[in-house]
């Protein structure tokens, strides 16, 4: 009986480990969804606006993230990738001659979620990007 009850619980323990590890493979592999060009609708509530942007992804992992944003030869900087809930997000700076921007978004359904605050500009920018390329 207590051998039956010791190979329950290691059988549980099992179960776990390979479950979480599965987990985070799956998590591996969608980060690499993110690599490429997208292209970012900054004003999505206004249909009658094409005010867009560009985002290029060049490497992500599970704990950063690199390329450009806005525009080419704008590069991120401090980016970081954060996956909780299943979710991936992630938050960076750049910056141009006008200041600093601080950006965060997530990516649900092949599409990213996301908001800029232009510090020294004063407005923050809700946006949704495609993806191009």
């Known amino acids: 009986m207590k051998h039956l009850t010791i190979l329950k619980k290691v059988s549980l323990l099992i179960l776990f480990i390979t479950s979480f590890s599965s987990f ?15 292209q970012l609708d900054m004003s999505p509530q206004d249909k009658t606006d094409a005010n867009f942007a560009m985002m290029r992804i060049d490497k992500i992992d599970a704990s950063s993230i690199q390329g450009t944003f806005y525009r080419e030869g704008v590069e991120m900087k401090e980016g970081r990738v954060n996956i909780q809930l299943d979710v991936i997000y992630v938050a960076l700076i750049s910056g141009d001659n006008s200041g600093s921007y601080n950006t965060s978004f997530y990516y649900k359904d092949g599409k990213l979620y996301g908001s800029t605050h232009a510090v020294e500009r004063g407005f923050l920018a809700v946006w949704i990007a495609e993806k191009i390329k």
């Not at 985070?24 to 997208?38: F, R």
């Open 24 to 38: 985070s493979q799956e998590s591996n592999k969608d980060l690499q969804l993110l690599i490429g060009e997208w």
